[in-house]
């Protein structure tokens, strides 16, 4: 082997390098469920742009979940489980991890008890849409 052979497969060594970790990146889950997204009554449309606001940085785009928080279109916060009042008391204090390992929820500042009942309505039409009821 010469040296510009070297220096070739050297250079096909990281180009190879940087292929596998572009791949193996994109395909790093960027939400956790499949949400399939209803037609959205007007409450629920002004919930869903606080949600993306305020919510959407850890539970993800049609709250599918993202790797810092959990799919809200999930079996575990259907309304008998978790009814309108654990979304509420979510957003004023905050949740201690207990069903997953995404870590604590912080309290979110800057809402108000309507604007919760509009993400909660936006969540529920989402929730009945993927059957979850
Ligand atoms: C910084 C990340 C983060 C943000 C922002 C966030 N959450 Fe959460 N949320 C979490 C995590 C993590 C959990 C899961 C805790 C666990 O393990 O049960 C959670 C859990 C919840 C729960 C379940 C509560 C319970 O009693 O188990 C609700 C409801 C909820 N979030 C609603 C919201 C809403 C609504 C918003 C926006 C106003 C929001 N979250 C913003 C991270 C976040």
């Known amino acids: ?3 510009s ?3 070739f497969a ?3 060594a990281v180009a190879a390098a940087v292929l596998v970790f572009m791949v193996s990146g994109s395909r790093k889950p960027d939400h ?3 949400v399939a997204v209803p037609e959205l009554s007007a409450t629920a449309a002004g919930g869903e ?4 606001e305020n919510c959407a940085a850890c539970h993800g785009e049609n709250a599918a979940g993202t790797a810092s928080g959990p799919p809200l279109i999930h079996k575990y916060y259907e309304p008998s489980h978790h009814g309108d ?3 509420h008391a979510a957003v004023m204090q905050g949740v201690r991890a207990h069903h997953w390992r995404f870590g604590n929820m912080p ?5 108000e008890e309507q604007d919760v009942g509009s993400i909660i309505a936006y969540v529920r039409e989402v929730q009945r849409a993927n059957g979850i009821n």
């Open 1 to 3: 082997m010469n040296r």
């Open 5 to 7: 052979t070297l220096v």
């Open 10 to 12: 050297g250079i096909g």
């Open 32 to 34: 956790v469920v499949d």
């Open 49 to 52: 742009s606080l949600f993306i």
């Open 85 to 87: 009042g654990a979304f």
């Open 107 to 111: 309290p979110v500042d800057g809402l």
